[in-house]
């Protein structure tokens, strides 16, 4: 584990048991008033009995718990491994693979992998302020090499090592990463993803591949690998290309293998725990969960 402003000592003084971390849960999602997810309701009679459901709605009759209407819903592992599976992904800053969390939790790995890929799903598709000022973009390529695939499976792409998975992403100056997976490195697709991701009249930063010639509504820097130049005042792209480090350090060492399909949800997890590594551990605790509210995940569509 690398290390971090809560102790894992800290961290079980601080939640012992399932119900500190319930309360942790309903403080989070409701900042102490309760509120039906069924009517909205904030007529609410707590239960003496508190299992499953702790809860009762005077207005619309329902029983719910703090787990309802989010990515919770369907789970039946207590919320107390739930907390602490974020608190592993936010300790271990490479990430960590899900035969570790199973070990650690007591779980058996494919339960650990669902819980992972469920955390992050709650990472995915946030409704992100926009990079602005000083904004470096730039693509990176991850994957198995062409050759070792199946016919089927191989693509023609001609920059960078082709057959492998393209990630592109923005990094403020400030130290905020926007990253996504895209299917290709064409003037479009990345055209496409600064205009949305990047406010307008910012300036941006990147190398000379063609795909980013024509940008408009953007003050545009390039900076030239191809000759050795990496840095040209205030020019150049070592802020996203010290992100895709840790994104490979974790792809190659930790998970070794990421689907397409899954790719992104990890660059998520990189990018949220990278956003919120200024932050303590309680903040990115809270913020995720925070950020639960109205997600779901599958275990059927995830395996599809
Ligand atoms: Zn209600």
Known sequence: MDKTDLSLYEFFQMFPDEESARKYFEKKRWNGKIVCPHCSSDNIHECKDHSPMPYRCRKCRKFFSVRFGTILEESKLPLHKWLFCMYLMRANRKGISSVQVGKILGITQKTAWFLCQRIREVW??????????????DETYVGGLEKNKKKSQQRGWGRGPSGKLIVVGGRSREGQVISCVV????????????????????????????????????????????????????????????????????YYGIYHYMSEKHLNRYVHEYSFRYNTSKGNVLDFLGKTIEMMDGKRLMYCDLVK
């Open 124 to 137: 995915m598709k946030t409704t992100k302020n926009k990079l602005d000022g000083i904004v470096e973009i």
């Open 183 to 250: 299917q290709d490195n064409k003037k479009e697709t990345l055209h496409g993803f600064i205009n949305e991701n990047i406010e307008k009249g910012s300036t941006v930063m990147t190398d000379t591949w063609k795909s980013y010639n024509g940008l408009t509504n953007f003050t545009h820097h390039k900076i030239n690998h191809s000759v050795r130049e990496f840095v040209r005042g205030i020019v150049h792209t070592n802020g996203i290309e010290s992100f895709w480090a840790i994104l490979k350090r974790g």
